[in-house]
T-cell receptor, first 114, second 114 residues
Framework: AQTVTQSQPEMSVQEAETVTLSCTYDTSESDYYLFWYKQPPSRQMILVIRQEAYKQQNATENRFSVNFQKAAKSFSLKISDSQLGDAAMYFCAYARGSNYKLTFGKGTLLTVNP | DVKVTQSSRYLVKRTGEKVFLECVQDMDHENMFWYRQDPGLGLRLIYFSYDVKMKEKGDIPEGYSVSREKKERFSLILESASTNQTSMYLC?????????????FGPGTRLTVT
């Protein structure tokens, strides 16, 4: 079974600084997708960024980027120029290529200090 | 914008009651999901549906059932609520075609069973 591990239950960052959230996963599949979701306090979970395993280029969405290391099964999220609105619970998730179910990590709570 | 709505944000029920949680999506998505979210455990899949009247068990289906009579609506049923079912329940929907397995989440229902 696939597993997703987020080893940092909590992280904090100063406003305008950069922070990296870690995620590792375990799979024997070659075709899969990885996601980072953000859940702000009392608000809906939204997709931050998505990475297809067959793509070598790391995904980027504005201030959010990933470091996808396929051999190491690592998928970290980098947030640049952190803003107060980035404070949230972040979940890493995995989907097998032939299956649309998501497997989530336990989450990392990010605090942004002014 | 995709919209996923859940019938209640907060719900308080007594042990032994039958509880219905409703979820509606407006994007004509084939797939719908029910998760429960508990601190330190992340999101765990209860049930999902890949078509009308079709359902499949997730990782923790015990004590729950589901109903999907129409494409846009997916209901989670607690046949006899117990205190260990106190949790945040999240509904999600997603398109069924690769390569994108993005799921769109509702705001959640915080259920307390007393």
């Amino acid at each position: 079974a696939q597993t997703v591990t987020q080893s940092q239950p909590e992280m904090s960052v100063q406003e305008a600084e950069t922070v990296t959230l870690s995620c590792t996963y375990d799979t024997s599949e070659s075709d899969y997708y990885l996601f980072w979701y953000k859940q702000p306090p009392s608000r809906q979970m939204i997709l931050v960024i998505r990475q297809e395993a067959y793509k070598q280029q790391n995904a980027t969405e504005n201030r959010f980027s990933v470091n996808f290391q396929k051999a190491a099964k690592s998928f970290s999220l980098k947030i640049s120029d952190s803003q107060l609105g980035d404070a949230a619970m972040y979940f890493c998730a995995y989907a097998r290529g032939s299956n649309y179910k998501l497997t989530f990590g336990k989450g990392t709570l990010l605090t942004v200090n002014p | 914008d995709v919209k996923v709505t859940q019938s209640s944000r907060y719900l308080v029920k007594r042990t032994g009651e039958k509880v219905f949680l409703e979820c509606v999506q407006d994007m004509d998505h084939e797939n719908m999901f029910w998760y429960r979210q508990d601190p330190g455990l992340g999101l765990r899949l209860i049930y999902f549906s890949y078509d009308v009247k079709m359902k499949e068990k997730g990782d923790i289906p015990e004590g729950y059932s589901v109903s999907r009579e129409k494409k846009e609506r997916f209901s989670l049923i607690l046949e006899s609520a117990s205190t260990n079912q106190t949790s945040m329940y999240l509904c999600a929907s997603g398109a069924g075609e690769p390569p994108v397995y993005e799921q769109y989440f509702g705001p959640g229902t915080r259920l307390t069973v007393t």
